[in-house]
């Protein structure tokens, strides 16, 4: 077991605590060194995540993905399924960025997949939420509308996903926005764990979700 220097606590705490858009690239380079340093895995990955994250929405696509693709191989060793989960997902929303709805599709079910498998709605939530993105720049209207409504629905859906949802809302018209219910059809009104496997035609996998 490691221990910390007070300063070095104080420091870690902040890093984490602080919400990750507000942070620059090179303080959280600075956490990633100083978790790297005393040989904290777990905190490595969180903050390597981070980052990508952060450039991502910076936009600065190639170094997101190479750290991206970087925790997928540390995750390998050492790791929770969360941060892989978190990799998968930053980097299927690089795709569709990048007009590449295979690999971002490959991605994002991935992503999908292992947080459906460990229960964390969400994770779910948030990647239900990057799909929907993906059908949209697909032209897919009905199947992304689906999804927002799926997620907007749902108790676990932080303000965040909230707000990301409502604004792929913004994006519908005509027909689809008039008349909601000819598209959200009877799926929509089944309980979450029984809607999702049936969307997404995972048979046998309807488990419960909390």
Known sequence: MVLFAPKLCHRLACLLFVPVVRLS???LREGFELARKHELDDLTLLLLN???STLYQLGDLSQAERICRE???LVKE???PWDKIMALNVLGRIFVRLDQPVQARRYLM???LLGWQHKDTPTVLDTMV???ELELSEGK???AYKLLGAVLRHPATSARERHAAEQFLTQFDGDLAQHPARYL???NALPFERWVPAFFGLEGEATEQK
């Open 130 to 132: 990057a799909i929907a």
């Open 141 to 143: 209207y009905e199947r």
């Open 110 to 112: 991935n992503a999908f």
């Open 71 to 73: 925790v997928l191989e």
């Open 185 to 187: 059809g009877k799926a």
């Open 25 to 27: 690239h090179n303080v």
């Open 78 to 80: 050492s790791g929770s």
């Open 50 to 52: 981070n980052e990508a």
